[in-house]
């Protein structure tokens, strides 16, 4: 089977207290992978695994059933459980069908007289002024998400916002590191500030051309960062 980029379930759920072993398991073990302590393609049996995390192997089993249903795991039956690929050409992919998705979200919604109401929550947090701003990157990067996915259900398509509900998922892993590194929580508010304005104003080309721009910032942020990530943990590793 083809590597796939890693999957990660909605945000809300890695902020649940778990309330069963096994959701306690599947937390671990993302976390685990996350922090690139289990690598991309590396192998582990559910023994190991068990006693690594220092817990037994029925919820270890729900929890990694799960994460392989989520597509951070590949299970064989001969050689047992193996971390997913990173697998970048597709993630590439991925980028260029949401940048399809929310370039069109864009231009339906500067053609909208009612874009201005559609948008007043997405205003409120991102038109405010430098000290009002929010310095959690983690916040910042789940507000960002909630940004883009907003603009695409603005536009009022729910099969376009289904589609790209989906690509969002699926880049969530890698697209999440873009906030871990100094000043881009300023240039996110910069970058969505701008674009709000120029949708607000209804300059469909203005907009969909800062779109582009900061869309492919992160994609070469993220992806430099996880190499650099990567690129550590096997060194460490030696």
């Given at each position: 089977?083809?590597?796939?980029?890693?999957?990660?379930a909605?945000?809300?759920?890695?902020?649940?207290?778990?309330?069963?072993?096994g959701?306690?398991?599947?937390?671990?073990l993302?976390d685990e992978l996350?922090?690139f302590?289990?690598?991309?393609?590396?192998?582990f049996?559910?023994?190991?695994?068990a006693?690594?995390l220092?817990?037994s192997?029925?919820?270890?089993?729900?929890?990694?059933?799960?994460?392989?249903?989520?597509g951070?795991?590949?299970?064989?039956?001969?050689s047992?459980?193996?971390?997913?690929?990173?697998?970048?050409?597709?993630?590439?992919?991925?980028?260029?069908?949401?940048?399809?998705?929310?370039?069109?979200?864009?231009?339906?919604?500067?053609?909208?007289?009612?874009a201005?109401?559609a948008?007043?929550?997405?205003?409120?947090f991102?038109?405010?002024?430098?000290?009002?701003r929010?310095?959690?990157?983690?916040?910042?990067?789940?507000?960002?998400?909630?940004?883009?996915?907003a603009?695409?259900?603005?536009?009022?398509?729910?099969e376009?916002?289904?589609v790209?509900?989906?690509?969002?998922?699926?880049?969530?892993?890698?697209?999440r590191?873009d906030?871990?590194?100094?000043?881009?929580?300023?240039?996110?508010?910069?970058?969505?500030?701008?674009?709000?304005?120029?949708i607000?104003?209804?300059?469909?080309?203005?907009?969909?051309?800062?779109l582009?721009?900061?869309?492919?910032?992160?994609?070469?942020?993220?992806?430099?960062?996880?190499?650099?990530r990567?690129?550590?943990?096997r060194?460490q590793?030696?």
């Amino acid at each position: 089977m083809a590597a796939q980029p890693w999957r990660q379930a909605p945000a809300s759920a890695a902020n649940d207290s778990p309330a069963t072993l096994g959701d306690a398991a599947y937390l671990r073990l993302k976390d685990e992978l996350f922090a690139f302590r289990l690598l991309p393609g590396e192998r582990f049996s559910e023994t190991a695994m068990a006693t690594r995390l220092g817990m037994s192997r029925t919820p270890l089993r729900q929890a990694l059933a799960r994460l392989q249903r989520e597509g951070y795991l590949d299970m064989d039956a001969r050689s047992g459980w193996s971390v997913s690929l990173l697998d970048f050409e597709q993630f590439d992919h991925l980028y260029d069908l949401r940048l399809v998705l929310e370039t069109a979200a864009v231009r339906r919604l500067c053609e909208s007289a009612a874009a201005h109401d559609a948008l007043g929550t997405l205003r409120d947090f991102w038109l405010v002024a430098p000290e009002a701003r929010l310095d959690d990157g983690q916040r910042v990067a789940q507000m960002d998400e909630a940004f883009h996915t907003a603009l695409v259900a603005a536009a009022g398509n729910p099969e376009m916002a289904r589609v790209h509900g989906d690509v969002t998922e699926r880049i969530r892993i890698l697209r999440r590191l873009d906030f871990s590194s100094a000043g881009r929580v300023a240039c996110t508010y910069d970058e969505h500030g701008a674009i709000l304005r120029a949708i607000l104003a209804r300059q469909p080309e203005q907009a969909v051309m800062l779109l582009r721009d900061h869309v492919e910032a992160s994609k070469t942020k993220v992806r430099n960062i996880t190499l650099h990530r990567l690129y550590t943990a096997r060194d460490q590793r030696r």
